[in-house]
């Protein structure tokens, strides 16, 4: 069983993609600079719709 800090909700957006959303927070999974690279880091974002999140 994991604590709540690590508990995420996936749901998808009305235009079919998804968002990782942290259940404290409130924040998405957003992907630092939008940069489509290996290894780049992820950081919890507020909603804007860019693709990297």
């Given at each position: ?6 508990r ?26 939008c ?19």
């Amino acid at each position: 069983m994991s604590s709540k800090p690590q508990r995420w909700n996936i749901d998808a957006t009305e235009d079919g993609f998804f968002e990782i959303r942290s259940q404290v927070s409130g924040f998405v999974l957003d992907v630092d600079g939008c940069l489509p690279v290996d290894g780049q880091n992820v950081q919890q974002w507020e909603t804007n719709g860019a693709d990297c999140q």
